[in-house]
């Protein structure tokens, strides 16, 4: 029993615990939740300990029990520098989401908090799980709970868009489980550090087409996570139905797990097919860059706007993954906390102005600076943080995934750098509706400024903000170490082109120098 | 062969130990209704309920004994254990969740236990059978009982409808069954499975292909009909509607798990050297019934026809493993079968404790608001849809999980994602009873619902931990059932 | 005369028809070996007559009754509707309802009937079964009699008790 494995199993023990409570007690079970998820953050930056002076190249907190014995699944977790910020992000945003909540539902309360503390099981879960049964396991229990927050807690028409989310990730999971047990058929194993080493050292060689049909297994359910364009329909919808806490537990953490899972899974399993897919899913993503700030821009809908905004942000770590550089996958990474940060705060920040107003329209704001003058400075420091304003976190990672794609193909930071520009323009223009201008009597009236609960939320994101923004080496060594590891796996292939024909796989140094002969050609 | 050999022996009566304790608890029971009082009735649900407790430990007893017995006609292994087991448990649970139902319905008789008993005995035999002959006798003793209990309020109308539409297309069906069997015997001259498999696997003597193949084209028409598999599936949805709703929890469940018992043996054991010839109707048939099971259930308003209709879509998820036709098929049907009761006899007790007097109440409509008037209740009906989908940490889960492994195992590539993209559409029809449940307003039948009996409850939250045990630790049953998926000796 | 495979065929246990099929189907598998490869052993060959037998007489039957519907005239009139009571002008509906309880009688007396012929085999082998003969036929008795007596308890063998005195099941 490790550090590890409390934190996974504390949010489950308080979601049960929580169960518990009895249902004509909200004050206490908001007391008892918050209580758990500070706990729970209190704990896991204990995991910090091994990554505080060194860089640990293997997995810590390893736990490798047997669970299951036919066909064999064991319980394998194990913490690398990639998963150790998205469990710190998702152990902090956990308690913020429960404070904002705080007020905001009065209906069944403790179902609520019971299903933020499932949801946190769920995460924490799937970004450590190296066993790919338990990783399946864990990423379908992040559905129900999310799939309960929009449907129960949601607006109007909160039951499409739950039920659109579940089908959604439902239909892309079942492929990845199906691509899972196929792997397991011909492995023997479902354990993930197994699988990659047999394909790394040849002892397991896929056809080319098994490859290709495997990594679109797993990358179609990774990118209705992320999500791509164009499987992103989902995502607007969901967003704009769920209540605050869902849409920053969505945004920030949820989306993560796609991104996680193509870092994690698709490029070292699959490195042959994942490069040569590369240039299709490149240009996915900066389609979905473009687009998403496109139609962005014009949404009157302030949630819409921040999903929208998602969809693009989102494409740029999708690129900065597949351009298989250290400084893309680095800024991919990088870019996944930022946007986590920054995109949970808006969120929240758009969940504020709903309480005050009881509306998500831009035009039912403007002049809220007068009265609110604290709320617009949080507001603002958030959207220049999201917009990639430097000094602030959101620049770090964009510069380094364009840099990173640039050194591949320049025309492709071309074009995701007018992502950048776009975003400053919805963003910055949103803004100015919402917060500028004269404002109504009605609004001047019903605009409190930002309460002692709500900054006590924002506080933690705006100081990371600026402390991811302006001192990024000291979040960015462990995934560096992380990154280079899974850029050298996914390097190592084994010759597809020779293995059809000769059962004895040949390795990487042979498929180089191919295929340097080939791009001469 | 002289006649003294016919004789019994000793073990032969304990290898039919669960059989001989059912027909005879049985039959006290039809005893004690002619002549007892109306005060003493409750207490023959007891008794049944003692018998298929004492069935179980009949079981364990005869597996203690193992082997074939009465000239081969009975064979007692695990694999027959295991269903044996499954259906005396689907009894069990059966005879709790319907406490109330009698109740309520005023209809607490003796003939209702007594039927069960009878039905689980030929499922019984049918779990047990080695013989031809065998399947059929425990087919026909099954059938018959759950006919009458599909038409138990005989002055209901839905009742009636729904016991005739099950006698004539079931009795169609083993006609069918038995048209096969007699073709089976023709050409092999044996009707025991085993025998029949090694006259099919000696070149000299082998039928011919085309002969063979419709005999066993024959044989599968009927278990098609009894495992509600397309084509032959039409009659589930209206008798499945119209029974009494444990009636009709204890027919997707019980019949269902023994026909495809015999289904595996008689395919696997009897037919496995033809298997190129009817793996791709059975093939053809898993896909045509998930898909006719799922996309009939997504426009379905009733609840217990929603249940038939998914009820369908899981006999064509163990078609797959029927199949893949390896051991680790059988296995994974095995499995499926039983997470499969659990999962479907709860849902279907939540259906019986809501619908109140007469089945007012059973649209999806009705669900409204269930989330917050009764949390506990509409939890454990949210379990078992999650089941139902298959959302991990539960026993629907594992069952599919181990079924389409098995599918990809036996290279069934495109089974296995049609299989898997049809479970994403199943989900829709669930999520809808969980969206009314808990997401729409409360409506009228939410008003003033009795409370859930003792019975009941046991039903219920025997079932949703049985679920859970099933998702957690599936190696419990998966184990016993990996050992005894060897069908071929 | 030697069929395919070589065996001897017992020609005289068949009848014309069939012969002039089987005859058929050789001569023509002799002037298509093709054909053999639809034939491959004598289970079809020997019952492919059986086909054309079956066909032969299901088209004749149905030319039969096409024939005569196309080529017969037609006169009809009420009076060839009605039921034909030799040659009697009809009385009354030919449906008349029967009173319930002659059809309990009925499958009750079919019920046991059968149950008795069982008897008989017993009784054949009664000697060689010895004792465990006796006892399986006792306990069968017993159980046909708790049937009977269960049917006795229910009322079905009352003729004239009203219905409200009846133990039923509800």
Redesign the interface.
Known sequence: MSLLDLVIFLPLIGFLALLLVPRGAPGMSRTAALGISLVIFLVSLGLLGPYWFAQPTGYTFSTDIPWISTPTIRYHVGLDGLSLWLILLTTLLTPICIVISWKYIQNRVKEYFAFLLLLEFGLIGVFVALDLFLFYVFWEITLVPMYFLIGIWGHDRRIYAAVKFFLYTMAGSVLMLAAMIYLYNRSGSFDFTIIQSMIQTGRLSLSWEEQILLFLAFFIAFAIKVPLFPLHTWLPDAHVEAPTAGSVMLASVMLKMGCYGLIRFCLPLFPNAARSCSGWINALAITGIIYGALVAMVQPNMKKLVAYSSVSHLGFVVLGIFSFTQQGMDGAVYQMLNHGISTGGLFIMVGYLYERRHSLEIKSFGGVATPAPNLSTVFLITTLASIGLPLLNNFIGEFLVLQGAATVNFSWTVFAAIGVILSAVYMLWMYQRVIYGRATEDLAHHMPDLSGREWAAMLPLLVLMVWMGSFSQSFLPPISAQTAKILEQSKVGVDFRVSVKNPAPVLSSAVENKETGSAAR | MPLANFIPTADDYLRYLPEIILTVVGVVIMFLEAVGGERRKPALGWLAGAGLLAAIWGSVVALGVGGTGFQNMVIVDGFATFFRILVLVIGLLTIVSSTQYLDREKANAGEFHALLLFSIAGQCVMASANELIMVFIGLEISSIASYILAGYLRDDRRNNESALKYFLLGSFATAFLLYGVAWVYGLTGSTNLAEVRRVLMTPESAPNLVLMGTAAALMFVGFAFKVSAAPFQVWAPDVYQGAPAPVSAFMSTGPKAAAFAVFLRVFITAFGPIATRWEPFVWGSAIATMIVGNFAALTQTNIKRLLAYSSIAHAGYVLVAVTAHSEIGTAAAMFYLAAYAFMQIGAFAVVTWFSRQGEKFVNVDDLAGLGERQPMVAAMLTIFLLSLIGVPLTGGFFGKFYIFRAALDSNLVWLTVIGLLNSAVAAYYYLRLIVVMYMKEPGAATENIGPVSAGLRVAILGSALATLVLGIFPSLVLDFAGRSAALVK | MLDARGGDLDEPRFDTVFRISLYSVRGFSAHFPALRHFM??S??EL?FPVLVQAIIAMALAAGLIAASALLGKRAKSPLKDTPYESGMVPSGSARERFSVKFYLVGMVFILFDIEAIFLYPWAV?YR??KL?GFVEMLLFIV?VL??F??V???GALDWSKPESARKV??
Request: aromatic share 32%; proline share 5%; net charge positive.
């Open positions: 491959p052993n289970y079809t019952y082998v060689q079964l465990f159980l708790v049937g007596f269960y006795w308890k229910k099941v509800k």
